[in-house]
Structure formats: structure tokens, C-alpha cells
């Protein structure tokens, strides 16, 4: 589907979630998280929405009509950019708006390894979180 806004979503592909550093940054976007699916006001103000990790905040469904609610409820959205893990909002977005973030210690471990950890009994399956959503214009990035 075609949005009326511009959407860019930064997939991690295995971020540390637990990582200290994410405590404030998890919250962005989480008070229009409540408008987009509690109150469902409509908000003519708001041209930039962004989002760290929305689907700690989300339910699969709620994940999946992110997009057509936004829609409805920011008439005037002209960027939406998200920062994610989740398969449903990947699922949902169009393939030129998907930017993957890959961190000097991910790369470093495919060149090594020829892929992903996998099965590994014991070790960290994340990889150190690379960006801040706002200043995101000095990450290495693959576009898809």
C-alpha cells in the first residue's frame, strides 16, 4: 500500500534488549502509541513520528495496522521513521523503506562466521546496539 507519509524502518537484526542505554529511548513515540490504538484522537499537528522498539508496547495485530492507523489518525504526517526488530512491522512495510543496520561487531562475525549465531548453547545471541533513531545518517546500512 501506498502511505501519504514517508516511512523508514532501521531493522536491527539481533539487538541487545536488555541494554541499559535503551531505557529513555524506548518510550519514544509510546504516548502516540496511546492516541494510535487507545484514544484514536485525530491529531493535525504532529508532520514526524518516531519510533524506538514500538513493539514492546504492541500487540501482533496492533504491530500490523500500525501503518493504516497512523493513516487515519495524522492526516499531515510527512516522515515516520521506526527502529525495530519485529517481523510483523517488517512484514508490513514496503521493501524500499526497510534500511538494515549492521554494527562493526555484527560484520565482524559474519566475516568470520559465514552467518548469524544460530544454535549456540551458550553466548550472547545480540549484537551491541549501533544508533540513536534520530541521528541515524552515519550507520552502515543495507538497503534492501
Not at 508490513?92 to 526497510?98: D, F, H, M, Y
Not at 562466521?113 to 546496539?129: I, R, S, V
Request: a negative charge; aromatic letters at 12%; charged letters at 25%.
Amino acid at each position: 500500500m501506498n502511505y501519504p507519509f514517508e516511512i523508514t524502518v532501521y531493522v536491527l537484526r539481533r539487538p541487545h534488549m536488555r541494554d541499559e542505554s535503551l531505557e529513555y529511548e524506548l518510550y519514544m513515540g509510546r504516548g502516540h502509541l496511546d492516541n494510535i490504538f487507545d484514544h484514536e484522537n485525530v491529531d493535525t499537528k504532529t508532520t514526524t513520528l518516531y519510533f524506538s522498539f514500538p513493539e514492546r508496547w504492541m500487540n501482533i495485530v496492533e504491530e500490523r495496522s500500525l501503518y493504516d492507523r497512523i493513516a487515519l489518525l495524522y492526516p499531515n504526517l510527512k516522515t515516520l521513521t521506526i527502529k525495530t526488530q519485529s517481523v510483523y512491522i517488517i512484514q508490513c512495510t514496503p521493501a524500499k523503506c526497510i534500511k538494515i543496520v549492521v554494527g562493526q561487531e555484527e560484520s565482524d562475525f559474519l566475516d568470520k562466521n559465514n552467518q548469524l549465531p544460530q544454535e549456540q548453547k551458550t553466548g550472547k545471541m545480540w549484537f551491541t546496539n549501533q544508533m540513536n533513531i534520530i541521528n541515524a545518517k552515519v550507520l552502515n546500512v543495507l538497503g534492501c
